[in-house]
């Protein structure tokens, strides 16, 4: 019989793996190849990002484990700005719906207005990133002064959100805040 920790681990990625088929049904199910998996990892990143920001306290919004690092506003404000930024350098032409400032990490820190502004950028970059075509993966694209090509600013978009999820999962154990799915997956506290 296979030992409990065994156990956990494999229900714990029977989750994950439901949630990125679960999300790819959305934005990307009309996607194929890479991108449909670029837009399955950006979807559970923000399943996991919502449901953090969710379960962190308020109070804790304005938390950083050092001076001049983010706090767990500014990092969850952080993903909203860079998923409204980083589609456009890879081509995408819609106009994002919020008025997106240099600011806006430090301003924005009332819990509500967060989590709404976090389920719109990543409705923004799922769409943005379809909305890229095919026979333009490939075009060049300027990356903050480096050469690359849209499809390696999609491949970011996805990357970057798992960084910064990391990021907000290390915030929220440091404030004893256990992740959702975690807690779900292993029926307590891991």
Do not use: C
Not at 112 to 137: C, G, H, I, N, Y
Not at 164 to 174: C, K, V
């Amino acid at each position: 019989m296979p030992s409990r920790p065994i156990l956990i681990h494999a229900l714990a990625l029977l989750l994950s793996a439901s949630a990125v088929a679960t999300a790819q049904t959305g934005a990307g199910a009309s996607a194929t190849g890479v991108r449909k998996d670029l837009i399955g990892q950006v979807a559970e990143a923000e399943q996991k990002f919502i449901a953090l920001a969710e379960a962190m306290p308020a109070e804790k919004y304005g938390w950083r484990p050092a001076a001049g690092v983010r706090s767990v506003s500014e990092v969850f404000m952080h993903m909203v700005g860079t998923n409204y930024m980083l589609p456009g350098m890879a081509g995408a032409k819609r106009k994002p719906d919020v008025a997106i400032t240099p600011d806006m990490e430090k301003k924005v820190v009332d819990k509500a207005q967060v989590v709404e502004l976090l389920r719109k950028s990543f409705a923004f970059t799922k769409q943005a990133m379809l909305d890229v075509p095919d026979d333009q993966l490939d075009t060049a694209a300027e990356f903050f002064g480096t050469k690359s090509t849209n499809r390696a600013v999609l491949v970011l978009i996805a990357t970057h959100a798992h960084e910064h999820l990391g990021q907000s999962i290390a915030y929220a154990r440091m404030n004893g805040v256990i992740p959702p799915w975690s807690r779900a997956a292993s029926g307590g506290d891991r």
